[in-house]
């Protein structure tokens, strides 16, 4: 059967199973609504009401209300909170059209309820109950962090690392020893494009509006499909409320020294003003509009002419959406745009007074439209589709310092033009049968074009899924969901069937243990298939040969809570993983010809590692720290006696201080990443050697403060890169292709920054 004949099966099939199950219920029974709020009166949001033992429930909209309807008798109610506790409760449930039940209370405050996580799950589910290991990243620590950018937010994550590439300006992230191209990037559960195995993306979101960041580690191919091998990191945007104010405004500026350089408002330094508009009526429509700017003006470190060490960037960001929310669902339109410019000044030739300057520009604009739907108490519809414009161009000039004459380069490859589309679309319909058993099927289609002088051809790669999950709690104590993923790839052999099982088992009141089994793949990007560069620098090809990578993943997590009370609260867990991976994707010379790399898949790699975090949350004090342990397979351990595994140690800390009696706060993070060995292959005089080479240890650090001045303005001042870190020794011996032998660029040194934000 055709993909598309096979995409519009499925939306029949899951059509009649929304008709089947929102048939209109018998006439006996009897509306009940509720609300539930927190120990501090504030509405408890997407917490689970239900009536133990039968299909009858729903949960609590964001101003705490339920609704549902059952039939007349005596049941017991049951109210579940966020950390598992639960609340029992009997009740008659009268022979009327409608039955109002008294306001209950969870003891939890609004900020523990807060933690509502979506990435992976069935429908919003609070974070103590999903059988996923969710680490998120709050509006308010968002905040506190006084980041600008998503980098500067995630760089003292534990198990996160990034690489540097001064040549182009960007960045890439590492997720559980696995690099970007493995890494999942999501805006409010939709993929982001990039132009190749790099998450350059991450550096071109306006983290102003951003509400909470989700980040799920392990494969997460049956939800996801393709490049979700380490994990994903979902970007959750704000939307407007159903209650509050009508009109919100919010503005920022933030001005940060780069090292020792600085100018206000533009050039050295960096720059960042934020103005957004938020309007509610009381239907349930909202509009929104935001406009952001991001200069940085680089950094010359130790170069003394026109070229600097860090290339200078400016970003101008907009943008516009509207939606309809309900208490039984939402619909909303977002379309974002990004204008980034990074320039590359080169040195002048002093013979000829003539600098070559590179810059490169983007544009990327998104199109997303989302919707989701409660038909009746048990059925939720969801769909969501993106469209997606991704230009990169290379500009080369020749300007000439005597005359201030400036012409485009005529060198080969000097000039490039490449535009990346991508279309994707996305429907799933969930069914909960009962408080024992729910199940989720999905559809999912996405199709990937690229052009430009770089890339042979107009190549198109589209891919179709179905996947299937259920989730069983056959009692209390065990969750069991069990999920698989068919694909068929236009260009590829994808791996055909793709499953994964997640376990969650509560050992007791305060300690819960997760254990996951998950097999992952990622589709070759579109740019190792079909990439082509040329030039004096650089000799590299795609190749259209490559197969899918492929994984097995087993991870397993234990959670323990020796202090819960109303005011302090200590959270410890324990975790741990191990992937093996086989036909995975790297650059190698070319068999047949020496001076050529191109992409080739490799046999096996692994990686393993583990964890421990600890959490402490008192009234006004938070305080977090993490070790972990991550090995990376030495591929040459059966050639030489060295260990199958190289070990790379990571320490992270964050605290914050509440000061309630001047209205301030104080926060800090630190993160120590240790010494990451390496084995390879090289030639030492003539002779083929496996040489041990480490990339460097470094600390790093941040520190800021916030005070509220008046009841929509704050000043927050602090200090970034305490440590004055530039950057790290990497002792490795080869040289050529992608290899980046020779000192690693990590930051430009100590910055001070400070910021006004208002929110009316």
Avoid at 31 to 58: C, H, M, N, W
Avoid at 356 to 371: A, N
Avoid at 517 to 535: C, D, I, Q, S, V
Avoid at 634 to 656: I, K, M, Q, V
């Amino acid at each position: 059967m055709k993909p598309t004949s096979t995409f519009l099966v499925l939306l029949f099939v899951t059509a009649l199973q929304a008709f089947a199950a929102s048939h209109p219920a018998p006439p006996k029974e009897t509306t009940v609504k509720g609300r539930i709020l927190t120990a501090d009166g504030q509405p408890a949001e997407y917490i689970q009401v239900f009536l133990q033992d039968t299909r009858f429930g729903s949960q609590t909209n964001t101003a705490g209300e339920y609704q549902f309807n059952a039939p007349p008798g005596t049941y017991k109610l049951v109210v579940q909170s966020i950390v598992s506790h639960r609340i029992e409760k009997d009740i008659e449930i009268p022979d009327l059209n409608s039955f109002e039940l008294e306001d209950l209370s969870v003891i939890e405050n609004a900020r523990q309820l807060g933690e509502v996580v979506v990435t992976g799950q069935f429908t919003p589910q609070s974070l103590q109950n999903s059988v996923y290991r969710v680490r998120t990243i709050n509006r308010e620590r968002i905040s506190q962090s006084g980041a600008t950018q998503l980098k500067g937010l995630l760089e003292t994550e534990l198990g996160i690392r990034f690489s540097n590439d001064l040549a182009t300006g960007e960045s890439d992230i590492q997720l559980m020893g696995m690099s970007g191209q493995n890494v999942k990037v999501l805006l409010n559960g939709i993929p982001i494009i990039d132009r190749g195995s790099n998450r350059q993306s991450l550096s071109q979101i306006d983290l102003n509006t951003i509400e909470r960041v989700e980040i799920v580690e392990g494969p997460m191919s049956v939800q996801y499909g393709t490049d979700a091998l380490a994990g994903v990191i979902n970007l959750i945007s704000k939307k407007g409320n159903l209650s509050g104010n009508p009109l919100t405004v919010s503005a920022r500026i933030v001005e940060e020294s780069v090292g020792n350089e600085y100018r206000f408002g533009d050039g050295e330094g960096t720059h960042n003003q934020h103005l957004g508009l938020t309007y509610r009526h009381q239907s349930g429509w909202f509009a929104e509009t935001n406009a952001t700017r991001n200069n940085f003006g680089g950094w010359a470190g130790e170069n003394t002419g026109r070229a600097k060490e860090w290339k200078a960037r400016d970003q101008l960001m907009g943008q516009v959406g509207t939606g309809y929310r309900t208490d039984k669902g939402e619909v909303w339109y977002r379309l974002s745009i990004l204008d980034e410019t990074i320039y590359g000044p080169g040195n002048v030739n002093e013979l000829t007074g003539i600098a070559t300057d590179k810059d490169f520009l983007t544009v990327r604009m998104t199109h997303q439209l989302q919707g989701r739907w409660n038909l009746n108490n048990n059925i939720w519809l969801s769909a969501m589709g993106s469209l997606q414009d991704y230009e990169r161009k290379t500009q080369t000039t020749n300007y000439n310092t005597l005359t201030g004459d400036r012409r485009l380069s005529l060198a080969q490859s000097d000039q490039d033009v490449s535009t990346f589309d991508n279309l994707f679309g996305r429907i799933t319909a969930t069914n909960r049968f009962s408080d024992k058993i729910s199940n989720q099927l999905g559809v999912e289609a996405r199709t990937d074009k690229g052009s430009g002088d770089r890339i042979q051809g107009n190549p198109s790669i589209s891919d179709y899924s179905l996947f299937v999950a259920a989730e069983w709690t056959p009692v209390k104590q065990l969750q069991i969901r069990p999920g698989l993923r068919f694909s068929k790839n236009s260009v590829y052999d994808a791996p055909p069937v793709i499953p994964s099982l997640n376990t969650k088992i509560v050992l007791g009141q305060r300690s819960d243990l997760r254990l996951s089994y998950a097999k992952g793949f990622r589709a070759p990007a579109l740019r190792e298939l079909y990439f082509w560069f040329f030039n004096a620098n650089h000799a590299i090809k795609g190749n259209t040969d490559l197969k899918a990578e492929h994984s097995n993943s087993y991870s397993g997590s234990l959670t323990f809570r020796p202090v819960h009370a109303q005011n302090t609260r200590l959270n410890i867990t324990l975790s741990g993983f191990y992937n093996h991976f086989k036909d995975l994707i790297t650059t190698a010379v070319d068999v047949n010809e020496p001076d050529v790399y191109t992409y080739v898949n490799i046999d096996a790699h692994k990686t393993t590692g583990g964890s421990l975090e600890a959490t402490l949350a008192l009234t006004s004090l938070n305080i977090g720290v993490g070790y972990s342990q991550v090995g990376r397979y030495n591929r040459y351990t059966d050639e030489s006696d060295t260990p199958d595994f190289d070990w790379s140690p990571e320490l992270n800390a964050n605290l914050t201080f509440r000061m309630e009696a001047v209205k301030a706060t104080l926060g800090m993070v630190y993160k120590y990443t240790g010494r990451r060995p390496f084995h390879e292959l090289t030639t030492i005089e003539g002779q083929t050697v496996i040489n041990k080479a480490y990339i460097d240890e470094f600390h790093h650090a941040d520190i800021t403060a916030t005070k509220v001045l008046t009841s929509f303005l704050n000043w927050q001042f602090g200090v970034k890169n305490l440590f004055d870190v530039t950057s790290i020794r990497n002792t490795s011996m080869l040289s050529g292709g992608h290899s980046s032998s020779g000192p690693m660029p990590l930051g430009f040194g100590r910055s001070w920054f400070t910021g006004l934000y208002f929110n009316f």
